[in-house]
């Protein structure tokens, strides 16, 4: 079970962190990411990283302004977003799946997925 929470309403320019939380099983050996979508957009990929460690990767649309993490010990991923734009404005989602790579950004490779924390940015 992945379970969202942190997100909220904020001006442009600010922050706000996202944390998922992992429950059930362990996140050691899977890749974590995070979505997001609009009203009337499709899911998109944001950012995903490997739990146990490796480079993250990012949409172009946020690098330098989301930074993905994991910690271990709290079986949690997190999502620091930073300079906030109306643009953001969005549900984000937590996914997990078997491992990273390049084409990390396709929904069909992700298995499970949280119920989605709403960021609003005004």
């Known amino acids: 079970q992945l379970v969202e929470s942190g997100g909220g309403s904020v001006q442009t320019g600010g922050s706000l962190t996202l944390s998922c939380e992992a429950s059930?099983?362990?996140?050691?050996?899977?890749?974590m990411g995070w979505f997001r979508q609009a009203p009337g957009k499709e899911r998109e990929g944001v950012a995903a990283?490997?739990?146990?460690?490796?480079?993250?990767y990012y949409a172009d649309s946020v690098k330098g302004r989301f930074t993905i993490s994991t910690d271990s010990a709290k079986n949690t991923v997190y999502l620091q977003i930073d300079s906030l734009k109306p643009e953001d404005t969005a549900v984000y989602y937590c996914?997990?799946?078997?491992?990273?790579?390049?084409?990390?950004?396709?929904?069909?490779?992700?298995?499970?997925w949280g119920q989605g924390t709403q960021v609003t940015v005004s």
């Open positions: 990283i490997s739990y146990d460690g490796g480079i993250p």
């Open positions: 996914a997990q799946g078997p491992a990273c790579g390049s084409r990390w950004y396709r929904l069909g490779n992700w298995d499970y």
């Open positions: 059930g099983y362990t996140t050691r050996h899977y890749c």
